[in-house]
């Protein structure tokens, strides 16, 4: 019995393995590259102006809806999230408006992003993060067991 659950394991390892190394050997990237990781040591606060919003297909690191943002002579590329998660707020950005912004401001690829936290409109906050950094868009799996890491 022992060695049979070897042997289910071994080829469910190798199953596994076996697309994505073919893809690599075919010279595809099977998955994209990891997205940077939000560092609570790196927190700020922006009040900025949106001055473009852009949304970056799913195939891409960052997928979803950016927020570029001028604060003085400063201009921010503010990640937010997945579109598919963000449209849940029924809320739309434009040039001109008027933001607040808490998140993480760190590298990736070479650019300097800032990872959201939290995205204030007027009356209207998104909260998209822990204050961890931990993205709720992540716990439609597994919800926070800790409510004051919201």
């Given at each position: ?55 970056v ?34 809320v ?5 408006d ?11 690829n ?25 993205p709720?868009?992540n ?6 067991q800790?409510?004051?890491m919201?």
């Open positions: 019995m022992k060695n049979f659950r070897k042997l289910a394991l071994t080829l469910l390892l190798a199953s596994v393995a076996s697309p994505a190394s073919a893809a690599h050997q075919a010279g595809k990237d099977p998955v994209a590259p990891p997205e940077p990781a939000y560092d609570t040591a790196t927190v700020i606060t922006i009040a900025a102006t949106v001055t473009e919003t852009r949304l297909p799913e195939n891409q690191p960052m997928a979803g809806l950016h927020l570029m943002l001028r604060s003085g002579s400063e201009t921010f590329d503010v990640y937010v999230g997945p579109s598919d998660f963000v449209k849940m707020f029924d739309a950005f434009s040039k001109g008027e933001t607040e912004v808490i998140g993480s401001k760190v590298k990736s070479g650019a300097t992003v800032v990872l959201a936290r939290e995205v204030r409109r007027g009356s209207i906050t998104l909260l998209l993060r822990d204050k961890r950094g931990m709720f868009w716990y439609s799996v597994n919800p926070p800790d409510p004051t919201c």
